[in-house]
């Protein structure tokens, strides 16, 4: 079963940097799922930050291209997605998720926002203050 689990979150100051880390455990590489970085604010629906299309193919959202950048490593079975966030503005205050979500066939990974489709983290929460 693939379990992604998020940490690093925390609390900075307008122009301040934050670096997220998600360990997928129990990873098999596919062409029908792709790894990424979504996000929630409250009262927002939730959106896709970055993910990966195909290994080494980042895609960003409008809102981060420029200040985020996503990258991971990986041993056997395990997958760490990292997410290098820099000139944190407070509308990117929200809770962070990682998940291994559909991608391919048409399915662009930054859209498959569904929480109850694909393996989701718990979230760490990123509060940026101004």
């Known amino acids: 079963q693939v379990r992604p689990v998020e940490s690093g979150g925390g609390s900075v100051q307008s122009g301040g940097s934050l670096r997220l880390s998600c360990e997928v455990s129990?990873?098999?590489?596919?062409?029908?799922?792709?790894l990424g970085w979504f996000r929630q604010a409250p009262g927002k629906e939730r959106e896709g930050v970055a993910a990966?299309?195909?290994?080494?193919?980042?895609?960003?959202a409008d809102a981060v291209q420029g200040r985020f950048t996503i990258s991971q490593t990986s041993d056997k079975n395990t997958v760490w997605l990292y997410l290098h966030m820099t000139n944190l503005q407070p509308e990117d205050t929200a809770m962070y998720y990682c998940?291994?979500?559909?991608?391919?066939?048409?399915?662009?990974?930054?859209?498959?926002?569904?929480?109850?489709?694909?393996?989701w983290g718990q979230g760490t929460q990123v509060t940026v203050s101004s």
């Open positions: 998940a291994r979500v559909f991608c391919g066939l048409g399915l662009h990974p930054l859209h498959q926002t569904a929480p109850d489709i694909g393996n």
């Open positions: 990966f299309e195909v290994p080494g193919n980042p895609s960003y």
């Open positions: 129990g990873y098999t590489y596919s062409t029908r799922y792709c």
